[in-house]
């Protein structure tokens, strides 16, 4: 069964997994995949790892325009709290990204990653 989405509707649902994926983040400790690869595609990030000494999430993000050995990496660090609205604040709103949006949220409500439709 295929389950349909505008952009708005995607953004909500998308803050709906964001606090899942934090209070899971709370009771485990540790960051699912879902939650990395969203971070890692919203901020174009080269790693995305929970700190849990600090109760933060630190996105590396690569300051190199070219590829001379080892990148240099910027740490943003953002409380664990902020991060929904941080997601929030990065979406974006073009074809390939509300793809991936509705294949991360398919994949939560169990309606598989093919069978969320885009509507205009």
């Not at 949220?105 to 439709?117: F, H, L, P």
Request: aromatic content about 10%; overall charge negative.
């Amino acid at each position: 069964m295929a389950a349909y989405f505008n952009s708005n509707q995607l953004r909500s649902s998308l803050q709906e997994l964001a606090k899942m994926y934090i209070s899971e983040c709370k009771e485990c400790e540790t960051l699912s995949q879902d939650c990395m690869d969203l971070l890692k595609h919203n901020f174009l990030a080269e790693y995305v790892v929970y700190n849990k000494s600090e109760d933060c999430i630190e996105i590396g993000v690569s300051t190199s325009d070219k590829f001379d050995g080892y990148p240099e990496i910027k740490v943003y660090k953002f409380p664990l709290d902020e991060i929904g609205k941080k997601v929030d604040h990065s979406f974006k709103n073009n074809n390939e990204d509300l793809e991936f949006y509705g294949k991360l949220i398919g994949r939560r409500k169990g309606i598989g990653s093919n069978s969320v439709v885009l509507m205009e």
